[in-house]
């Protein structure tokens, strides 16, 4: 496992990165309840095979159940060798405003000391926002605390986790994050604009989504007549794979590794056959310029469409 150096942090993380929202809670096509994820057991067993395969960056959430509390056991005396990063718990009030100004400081270190207490450490090397939009990104009191937080020394680094183009550019022209995670796949290659402006800024690119909940692997497949566009357009995708003599999967991560701005890239890790599939396709051997050019054009032609909370709300993905 190759590493990069993630912005200007000065942190070496693995190309692939492990997303832990699926050891937390029930997440992905086919998942409904804790039943359908893994013991325990077996949840800290494939933690720690990720660390011993080369994996050192580990991705989690206040917001996704029992994620923090596994990997903090999984590495409690191996914490030197890891590099974690988790995000703070949402914001927004039910009715969608934000909590008064002076209430904000008291959320955020509340959330870091209940992460730091599950992850059995005393500090984060990166602390991010989660699900930041354009209000949160430029909120004095988040961005004055966060900033606080770095300098008291229990946080390394600090980054937002982004939806929209515009989201991201105001995080990385913004001067304060130093760490994006942004959504980004074969399917939405809109983010890829913004890679080379986050080089110029020092501000380390972090990819999510590149699988699309799975969608990029066989479970792209017998989708429900909404997605029946999504469907056949998947299928250009599983050409260019097929001739380049790899599977769907493989290519949409070595796809995104092709960017040389792209530091890292999240997989959503259950198994070990996913952990093991992820290695392997992180070899080193990514597209090819052709391939790539190939790749670019394939991109969906309504990406606005690409839009997986969405299709979850209306039963597409079930």
Avoid at 227 to 246: S, W
Avoid at 295 to 309: G, T
Wanted: aromatic share 8%; hydrophobic share 40%; charged share 25%.
């Amino acid at each position: 496992m190759e590493t990069r150096v993630l912005g200007n942090t000065g942190l070496k993380v693995s190309e692939i990165a492990f997303g832990g929202v699926e050891i937390g809670l029930p997440y992905g096509i086919g998942v409904h309840s804790t039943a359908d994820m893994l013991q325990e057991k077996d949840a800290l067993k494939l933690l720690e095979l990720a660390l011993d395969k080369g994996i050192n960056f580990y991705d989690t959430a206040r917001m996704y159940g029992e994620s923090e509390k596994l990997i903090g056991k999984a590495f409690r005396t191996r914490r030197s060798q890891v590099l974690i990063s988790t995000k703070c718990r949402h914001f927004r009030l039910a009715d969608g405003a934000l909590p008064d100004s002076h209430l904000i400081p008291k959320i955020i270190r509340d959330s870091l000391e209940e992460s730091l207490r599950e992850l059995k450490t005393d500090y984060l090397d990166v602390y991010m926002l989660h699900q930041a939009d354009l209000e949160i990104i430029g909120h004095q009191a988040i961005t004055d605390t966060f900033q606080e937080l770095k300098a008291s020394g229990k946080v390394g680094s600090i980054g937002a986790s982004t939806y929209t183009l515009e989201e991201s550019q105001h995080a990385i022209q913004s001067g304060i994050w130093e760490v994006v995670q942004l959504p980004f796949n074969l399917m939405d290659q809109r983010q890829s604009t913004l890679f080379e402006l986050a080089s110029e800024r020092g501000v380390g690119v972090v990819i999510r989504s590149v699988l699309l909940k799975g969608l990029l692997s066989e479970r792209g497949k017998n989708l429900p007549e909404p997605l029946a566009n999504v469907e056949k357009h998947l299928q250009g995708f599983g050409h260019l794979a097929a001739r380049k003599g790899i599977d769907l999967p493989s290519l949409a991560l070595g796809f995104a590794l092709s960017f040389p701005e792209v530091a890292s890239v999240l997989v959503g890790i259950d198994k070990e056959e996913y952990l093991l599939h992820a290695l392997a396709s992180a070899n080193g051997s990514f597209l090819s310029e052709k391939e790539m050019e190939i790749a670019k054009d394939l991109a969906y032609p309504d990406p606005a469409f690409i839009n997986l909370p969405l299709w979850d709300k209306k039963g597409w993905l079930t």
